[in-house]
């Protein structure tokens, strides 16, 4: 025990060094060594999606929102921890049509092959300012995105589109909300050949339930997921911040040192 304590402080020693700290982290497939509760490999998964990044967005892990000023309690500070993802996408920023940034958060490994059909529990909270609400309205709000092959039987080429989560307008602004549940509210929608043929699609939205009973309901091989992120655009300016994404029986802690998974309660 003395000696498992003396390692230690050596190590805390160590990395007051912010150099030592740095090239500590910077080897790839390293872990930042500051303390994720063990779960190294599943945080190594988590990053901005570039090919689906347009712009020069803001996805990072940061430590709080705290607030805002005067807010006291629960909802003036993130729901897990300490820290969240702040996310931050401007509208008129590129060249492109439309010109708004996009960005996308996510995991392009965990989910891989798992049927739409096993998605049961998903959402998040979130940090909605009134600033927001000024530049795209009540449901400017951030989306949890699934990347899937539809798998649809009418569709035989069609291998890809996004499933996608609008939410509601969040319940409060300039604090953190509650637990935004996906499953029950917002819509969803497709995208491409699959929003068409399915009638989820970003002009007719469905509920949760809807578009995964459209999803499997030619029958044959299911659909399934590639990715699951947390992403905004391209549509207007927003800046805030999300935490405590759901995934079925896991909640995903987003912190300064990384994702940390923990059960859902
Ligand atoms: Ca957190
Ligand atoms: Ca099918």
Not at 83 to 96: C, H, K, N, W
Not at 225 to 251: C, S
């Amino acid at each position: 025990m003395k000696t498992r304590i003396g390692i230690r402080r050596l190590a805390a020693v160590l990395l007051a060094a912010p150099l030592l700290a740095v090239v500590a982290a910077a080897g790839p497939g390293q872990a930042s060594p500051d303390g994720d509760g063990g779960h190294r490999d599943d945080r190594d998964h988590w990053g901005i999606i570039t090919r689906n990044t347009i712009g020069s967005p803001v996805a990072d892990l940061r430590n709080g929102p705290f607030g805002s000023f005067g807010v006291f309690g629960p909802e003036s500070r993130p729901p897990y921890g300490q820290g969240s993802l702040g996310i931050e996408v401007a509208d008129g920023a590129t060249a492109l049509t439309p010109p708004a940034e996009k960005v996308d958060f996510g995991n392009e490994v965990d989910f891989f092959g798992r049927p739409v059909s096993g998605l049961t529990q998903v959402g998040f909270h979130v940090f909605q300012t009134g600033e927001n609400i000024t530049y795209g309205g009540s449901r400017n709000m951030p989306n949890i995105r699934f990347e899937i092959d539809p798998n649809l039987a009418a569709l035989p080429t069609t291998e890809y589109s996004t499933l996608v989560w609008a939410p509601a307008a969040a319940p409060v602004t300039n604090r953190w909300s509650g637990y935004l549940d996906a499953a029950t509210s917002g819509t969803w929608f497709l995208t491409g050949a699959a929003g068409t043929a399915t009638n989820c699609n970003l002009t007719v939205q469905c509920t949760f339930a809807e578009v995964k009973a459209r999803l499997d309901a030619d029958g044959g091989e299911p659909a399934t997921v590639y990715t699951a992120a947390v992403g905004k655009g391209r549509d207007f300016m927003w800046i805030g911040a999300v935490d405590g994404l759901r995934i079925n029986n896991t909640v995903y802690d987003f912190e300064v040192s990384g994702v940390r998974q923990r059960p859902a309660a």
